[in-house]
């Protein structure tokens, strides 16, 4: 696919969700540059913020097949995977699939689920396939996990371990909008949900087409110095236990890529390092105790990484 088309259609993508998500320019085009990237998003927030409704409206803009999976304290793996049963007809087993056959899966609430069936996931994001009784089975393609879950100061949840968080591309938060977007919310609301305006705007088939103009995007060298050096920064933070994996920097390159795509540019900009850093690294860190006492976030720890982090030349 040639860049200004694929350029085109991602800027569609995302006038087609603002038409629902009103006021959260940045998280939308975040949501999309995940997409774009082949990756997976967690959107971390408040219940009734918008996260489900941002999941659906990516889906129905695709015009892909969507499935929704509750995740509570009693969910077992088998439920989100499939199952092998015995046909009694056919005298033979077969898999039956899970919800996780699907385009695009939208995990909600994901850490109220406990840490086993938290794990299912784990296969499915990193080699898009699921193994049940010693068979595997692929997914569909393009394939992506949209996780929603509650801030950890919630009460019955159990917190995503570092092996998971670190198979999410970004995490991205939508936030209270402003009352004056709120107000637009009300009145788009008072007659019918505006997600049921929505219509395709870009075809399922044609993301794959995308993911692939994403990668011939041109990195140079001092862009990958650049990368390497904010992710080599979080692992020698002395407000930070833990710092980004090498699969930290791979998504962080290949969300660069994607954003310059959306811009319409065939080439990494520092700024579009910039704009995914936070997004991209802060859910991988781990602060020293100390620091969650004083209050500080892995957010703030990315933005002053950012600050005294120069762009080689």
Do not use: W
Not at 19 to 25: A, C, E, H, T
Not at 204 to 212: A, F, N
Not at 241 to 250: D, I, T
Not at 292 to 310: A, C, F, H, W
């Amino acid at each position: 696919m040639h860049l200004t088309e694929a350029a085109r259609a991602a800027v569609a993508l995302v006038e087609s969700i603002e038409r629902v998500i009103v006021g959260k320019r940045d998280t939308v085009e975040g949501a999309v540059v995940t997409l774009l990237s082949g990756g997976h998003l967690l959107l971390e927030d408040v219940p009734g913020v918008g996260k489900t409704v941002l999941a659906k409206s990516l889906a129905v803009s695709l015009g892909v097949t969507f499935k929704r999976v509750q995740f509570t304290p009693d969910l077992l793996p088998s439920d989100v995977t499939g199952v092998t049963v015995f046909d009694q007809r056919n005298a033979e087993f077969r898999f039956r699939e899970g919800p996780v056959f699907t385009n695009v899966l939208l995990a909600d609430e994901i850490n109220r689920a406990s840490p086993k069936t938290q794990s299912s996931l784990l296969e499915c994001m990193e080699e898009r396939q699921v193994t049940v009784d010693g068979v595997t089975h692929p997914l569909p393609q393009p394939f992506m996990v949209i996780a929603t879950q509650n801030p950890l100061e919630y009460e019955g949840i159990y917190p995503l371990p570092e092996s998971q968080l670190d198979r999410f591309m970004a995490r991205l938060r939508l936030g209270y909008p402003s009352l004056e977007n709120e107000k637009i919310v009300l009145k788009q609301q008072a007659v019918r949900h505006p997600l049921e305006a929505l219509t395709v705007v870009v075809q399922g088939d044609t993301v794959r087409d995308m993911q692939q103009t994403v990668r011939s995007v041109h990195v140079s060298d001092e862009m990958q110095d650049y990368v390497l050096a904010l992710v080599s920064r979080t692992r020698s933070h002395p407000r930070l236990h833990l710092g980004a994996s090498p699969r930290g920097s791979l998504h962080l390159t290949r969300a660069a890529q994607a954003r310059a795509v959306l811009r319409g540019r065939d080439y990494v900009l520092p700024d579009d390092v910039k704009g995914m850093a936070v997004a991209v690294l802060a859910h991988r860190l781990i602060l020293e105790p100390e620091a969650r006492l004083e209050g500080l976030s892995s957010e703030e720890v990315v933005q002053e990484i950012l600050g005294v982090t120069p762009v080689a030349a």
